[in-house]
């Protein structure tokens, strides 16, 4: 057992891209949850917090916790497995599958993927009895996700201000602080994006961000947004 604890960062090291493009959308609530539960030093809480980017708030966060060893590193992801980060980052669904890459992790990792593979073969298979199967498809009526509103966000030009107060209804107070919270252009958009995804809950679908921005003066152009209306 002695090269688990190693694994353990080394897993999260694995992890470190993605993570940090997920949790930037919210890199003080993650930090205060970590905070929380002791997974940093008083110094290196006060370093993290001084970040002057979320990007870069949470990168100090990864690297400073992986530093402090798999104690802290497995706190933390115990942490990004607890439901209100879950809730907060969809996308960090993935993070529940992660398991040390140790033998009998390996071994359960790899039942939990049959299961997974079975009960989604059988969901379709009974969906498919009730819908012919060029009817399985979303056509954008589910809830936006984060990636993309990732990607819409690079779609975003100079006018995102804009589009953000006429299209998305966002007061200019909110966008004025978006844009002091964020320094790169990307960042500030998602975040705008994110904020009205938050605002308009179980409304957020891909469907109605689309509609939203395809109309007026400062539409988006089609082919960069369409692929809301695709399946899922």
């Known amino acids: 057992m002695a090269e688990e604890p190693a694994a353990v960062v080394q897993l999260l090291r694995l992890q470190k891209a993605k993570l940090v493009e997920i949790l930037t959308a919210d890199a003080d609530f993650v930090l205060q949850h970590a905070d929380s539960r002791c997974l940093l030093s008083e110094h290196g809480y006060q370093h993290v917090k001084h970040c002057r ?42 993070v529940k599958d992660l398991y040390v890459n140790t033998v009998s992790s390996e071994k359960k990792e790899t ?7 079975n009960r989604k073969r059988t969901e379709v298979s009974e969906l498919q009895d009730i819908i012919p199967t060029k009817k399985i498809c979303s056509s954008g009526h589910g809830l936006v996700t984060e990636k993309q509103l990732m990607s ?81």
């Open 53 to 94: 980017t979320p990007s870069a708030k949470v990168t100090e966060l990864l690297d400073h916790i992986m530093q402090r060893g798999p104690g802290a590193a497995q706190g933390l992801l115990d942490l990004l497995k607890e439901p209100d980060l879950q809730k907060t980052f969809p996308m960090l669904d993935f």
């Open 111 to 117: 039942k939990r993927k049959r299961r997974t593979k």
């Open 152 to 232: 819409v966000a690079r779609a975003f030009g100079k006018s995102w201000r804009g589009i953000g107060r006429q299209a998305l209804g966002i007061p200019s107070v909110k966008l004025e602080q978006i844009e002091e919270d964020n320094s790169l252009h990307v960042e500030r958009v998602f975040a705008m994006l994110r904020y009205w995804s938050k605002v308009q809950r179980e409304k957020a679908t891909a469907a109605h961000l689309h509609s939203l921005l395809s109309q007026g003066d400062e539409a988006l152009p089609p082919e960069s947004i369409d692929f809301l209306l695709e399946a899922d």
